[in-house]
């Protein structure tokens, strides 16, 4: 157990619906990441939070969206969905943010859009 | 810009055979290496990391990578293959960029040791 928690596991919905994944970093991890994971793409960095704030962005669509609350959870907004966006959506949180650290990586939320 | 490459999409290995999953780098600077592991079903898991001084690193489960300045590579590595360790291997690369981090994996390959 990594100590990242995201919610819900899986999810099915439509084409254009909205939908909201949830992280809980580790306990004293300041840094959230998430990352996509798709059999074709691999896995894609999207967007970083550090302690509330937007650190760096990836490779995020502009209907995606996230952010980290002051508690350091953090929610991934994905909105206007399409079939492309089924994948793996992985959260993952580290102390630091810094480039010599290692991430730790929840289980991840399978959707599926249909 | 930076990149990394994983030239095998599977490696087999015999169950006690040593194991090696290869990964080749490209950054600007020092580079900060890392190796996780993803069992089906699971998030990724942090085996290693390379941030400076010895060349070889040992991490989890007796895993080991050996980072190579010159060829630019960070294989990782393991002196006997257990069928537990069949997973899939991924190799990342960090640095600081513009002030932040940037981290960039491989696509990864599959680790299948066969009983």
């Known amino acids: 157990d990594s100590g990242v928690t995201q919610t819900p596991k899986h999810l099915i919905t439509a084409t254009g619906q909205r939908v909201t994944l949830r992280c809980s970093p580790r306990?004293?991890?300041?840094?959230v990441y998430w990352y996509q994971q798709s059999l074709d793409q691999g896995l894609q960095f999207l967007i970083q939070y550090y302690n509330g704030e937007e650190r760096a962005k990836g490779n995020i669509l502009e209907r995606f969206s996230a952010q980290q609350f002051p508690d350091l959870h953090s929610e991934l907004n994905l909105s206007s969905l399409e079939l492309g966006d089924s994948a793996l959506y992985f959260c993952a949180s580290s102390k630091t943010g810094d480039e010599d650290t290692e991430a730790f990586f929840g289980q991840g939320t399978r959707l599926t859009v249909v | 810009a930076q990149s990394v490459a994983q030239p095998e999409d599977q490696v087999n290995v015999a169950e006690g055979n040593p194991l090696t999953v290869k990964c080749t780098y490209s950054v600007s600077g020092n580079p900060y290496l890392f190796w996780y592991v993803q069992y089906p079903n699971r998030g990724l898991q942090f085996l290693l990391k390379y941030i400076t001084g010895d060349n070889l690193v040992k991490g989890s489960y007796g895993f080991e990578a050996e980072f190579n300045k010159s060829q630019t590579s960070f294989h990782l590595k393991k002196p006997s293959a257990l069928v537990s360790d069949s997973a899939l291997y991924f190799c990342a690369v960090s640095r600081r960029a513009g002030g932040y981090q940037k981290v960039t994996f491989g696509i990864g390959t599959k680790l299948q040791v066969i009983p």
């Open positions: 306990s004293g991890d300041l840094s």
